[in-house]
């Protein structure tokens, strides 16, 4: 006596490309979901640490002008404006990193979220026409959904962004300090202006070129590029 031993239906066999196309879409819109998640709490943290970077900033300054009202222009004004702008520089300089950071997590979310959409397209090549943003995991696609397709030059998102915004605050603090160092040091008002000057722009130049190499190169490698021909998703 034979005994057959038959497998389930369908328990052997491949599930069909029809039914896997719904699983595979909830599986993309939950990472779409995950992505823009973390995008939000990124950016969340990113602005309570420059707003309580510019509230510790403002409180510095008025710690100096109540001591410079009972002591004057003295040894410990100079003793203390130094100390407070050094600490100040040393806190934007930490928030800028931090700002810089999450820039370069933004990229790659927003790379990530290009690629789900690849994915939304080739399930269903119809919605193509319907998307604002793109669908390209490259640099192209990287502006195109910034710009949400807009016409927007690279110069006017870079002088737009909170990092340029917390580079030029710190610049600012850098530059007050080496006035305050160089008035100090010889009380000679044109070497306390060029002191200024001076260690606002190179503190300015070098946060600037630090940027710039570190976003030359993608946060993540293309797997779907913009075609050559420079059509958008």
Avoid at 42 to 48: D, F, G, K
Avoid at 79 to 85: A, D, H, K, N, Q
Avoid at 93 to 111: K, Q, Y
Avoid at 204 to 209: C, K, S
Wanted: proline fraction near 4%.
């Amino acid at each position: 006596m034979t005994l057959s031993r038959e497998a389930p239906a369908g328990l052997l066999e491949p599930e069909s490309s029809s039914s896997a196309t719904p699983v595979r879409a909830q599986l993309l819109a939950t990472e779409h979901w995950s992505l823009l998640a973390a995008r939000g709490m990124t950016w969340s943290e990113v602005m309570s640490r420059i707003a309580v970077h510019l509230t510790i900033s403002s409180a510095a300054l008025v710690v100096l002008a109540l001591v410079t009202q009972a002591t004057g222009f003295g040894v410990a004004f100079h003793v203390l404006s130094i100390g407070l702008t050094s600490a100040i520089l040393a806190l934007g300089t930490l928030t800028g990193v931090r700002v810089h950071n999450a820039s370069r997590e933004d990229a790659a979310i927003v790379l990530g979220m290009n690629r789900l959409r690849a994915g939304y397209v080739k399930m269903d090549p119809g919605i193509a026409e319907y998307l604002v943003t793109s669908r390209y995991d490259d640099q192209a696609g990287l502006m195109a959904t910034y710009t949400m397709g807009m016409r927007r030059s690279t110069l006017s998102h870079v002088m737009g962004s909170t990092s340029m915004f917390i580079n030029i605050v710190n610049a600012i603090v850098a530059g007050t300090l080496g006035a305050l160092i160089a008035d100090a040091a010889s009380g000679d008002p044109v070497a306390t202006s060029l002191g200024g000057i001076v260690a606002g722009a190179a503190y300015l130049a070098m946060t600037v070129e630090v940027a710039r190499r570190s976003f030359a190169q993608p946060p993540l490698d293309a797997r779907f590029p913009t075609p050559a021909c420079g059509a958008r998703g």
